[in-house]
DNA sequence: TCTGTGGATTTGTGATCACATTTGTCCATG
DNA sequence: CATGGACAAATGTGATCACAAATCCACAGA
């Protein structure tokens, strides 16, 4: 019938529970937050100015997409992945990714590349200004411009999972070893999209993805 | 008013809105419901003998993990997966299964390939006495028996959310084509466990999956 | 037979509270 | 200086309630 959101005046149409875990699912995968850090429902929900009870049901949502642990006494805090751990995560990328990339190189055009370009190049700024939070959004995006195209709603959906768990270790790796030059395997991605290489196009990304982490090892 | 709050102290019992979770999560995954069944938190919570509030954490949770999908009026159902959906989660199992499979073969045993085949056999019970859910069951059992080996956790959970989501669906597809005969796959996989042949494991199961799906299709 | 319209019922949402348990702090004791 | 125990604060859990929106259903009108 009438699709006007009348909802009450204190909130807008999403619901506070959905706001909250939006925002905090942002801050968790731009690795806002260090590996470790304890959440506390009243605490969040002082945050975002609700009560517990949306606070409660978004920290639920991101523990089961494992952005979150859950201690045995039911507290909530970001996790510190072990390396056996960090590996998995790693080949899982590893697997989806060339994937994505290759369904989205059929209908990837011009316009696509350029936007990754300029994405690209936020990303060289921000690691010139030694900022760890804007270097990983632009990284994620640079990828997600491209598995967009894709068309791959859940292969996307279940990668996005991936990078939420890994999103506070790649702060603590960011800050551990300062890089000084941009990731050299977006390069070769541009490369063979524009070559329209779907094996180089595979390879170039299973390699900047098991790069970019084998670093934290050890 | 309950005044019979009856925590049970000092009693190690699982919170409620865990034991809901489980509970339901066995009944999607073993496909009891079919797909579009809707669910209330009233009605699951008195299914399970809690309030509305451990029902609502444990659907929030399901949700999260794309067992239930949520309505825009936040009701929330078992999924009815579109064929391009089918076909993504296919492609998950496939990229997926086969990297776990070849990380168990060098751990896998000779009890181990024991226990399989005899979850085999239960399995192909199963078919003749035309029992969808203890299918489903097993089939997964026999799947996950192999998987522990690998020793992957992160992996194996990403994909027993696939699993889950797949869970209705899966058992749609039974009832529709009433299968008669056990997967053929199925031996091939112990075949080249016992041959210890990785390329040969690998590509039984990504026939297995492949194959067990593309009947949906259409 | 079909349609839509009104009200009654069902349902999800968010706040609040009681309570058991965990965690933190401080001080006495060895 | 280290250790442990008692007390206070903090925290997750689950029940309950009010409320608005969505859904359902019978019934009148075309």
Known sequence: MNEAQTRQATLANPPAHDRVYRGMRLQIMHGELLPGQ?????????????????????LRRLTAEG???LSASGRVATPELSNDRIE??????????????????RRAHLALIDRMESINEANARAIRLQNPVEYIRTNLEFHRTLYLRAQSPAILGL????????????????????????????????????????????????????????????
């Open 38 to 58: 304890a959440l506390t429902l009243r605490g969040i929900g002082k945050q975002f100015g609700v009560s517990m009870t949306p606070a409660r049901e978004a």
């Open 67 to 69: 952005a979150l642990t």
């Open 88 to 105: 998995e995560l790693a080949q899982i990328r590893a697997l989806l990714e060339p994937e994505l990339a290759s369904r989205a190189l």
């Open 159 to 218: 990668l996005e999972t991936v990078w939420l768990q890994l999103g506070p270790t790649m702060r603590a790796l960011y800050t551990r070893l300062r890089r000084t030059t941009a990731p050299p395997h977006h390069r070769l991605i541009l490369e063979a999209l524009r070559a329209g290489d779907d094996a180089a196009l595979r390879l170039a990304l299973r390699t900047d993805v098991t790069q970019g982490l084998r670093h934290l090892q050890g």
